[in-house]
């Protein structure tokens, strides 16, 4: 496999359920980030992972919450979620240290909260 | 006022037409200007990148940067169905670290 893989490419879940999201790259990457695209809003940086470590929380609500095991791995793990959270969640990843705006992207997991 | 304009269109062209895209921008800061290209029900994928002001070519693509104006466009020559999707300008300051900052995307519709 090659580039950023998302999975479940589509999830449905009600307001009290708990969910995971989960990005994968193969780039030999360190930097991973999670962002949020609704419809006609730019895209919104949620995360982002430094070789393993958070160095951006984007005052995300504590319903989302991100874990990196490692630099290949991103989760989005979402609880008690409210309808306006139903949108693409986008993962990324670049290279890590001085970064100069190239992400590559997954093609997004499409949640809808109920 | 957005830190990043950019008109949602839909921008509709005959196959073959130039498609002129652009976005402005308000933080004098930036320094790196990128346009991502993101296909219906796909994750965005970078298409040009410059830094600082001047133009870039690329194929059948031109990115131009004019940092006195705040102002960075995008030209698709020779235009094909397969351009059609939407674009999203983005940029970068260099104290930011890797914190895009996207326009909100413009839909392009190439006609046959």
Known sequence: ETGVTQTPRHLVMGMTNKKSLKCEQHLGHNAMYWYKQSAKKPLELMFVYNFKEQTENNSVPSRFSPECPNSSHLFLHLHTLQPEDSALYLCASSPGGKDTGELFFGEGSRLTVL | ?112
Not at chain 2, 58 to 74: E, M
């Open chain 2, 1 to 112: 006022q957005k830190e990043v304009e950019q008109d949602p269109g839909p921008l509709s062209v005959p196959e073959g037409a130039i498609v002129s895209l652009n976005c402005t921008y308000s933080n004098s800061a930036f320094q790196y200007f990128m346009w991502y290209r993101q296909y219906s029900r796909k994750g965005p994928e970078l298409l040009m990148y410059t830094y600082s002001s001047g133009n870039k070519e690329d194929g059948r693509f031109t990115a131009q940067v004019d940092k006195s104006s705040k102002y960075i466009s995008l030209f698709i020559r020779d235009s094909q169905p397969s351009d059609s999707a939407t674009y999203l300008c983005a940029m970068l300051a260099k104290a930011a670290g890797n914190k895009l900052t996207f326009g909100g995307g413009t839909r392009v519709l190439v006609k046959p």
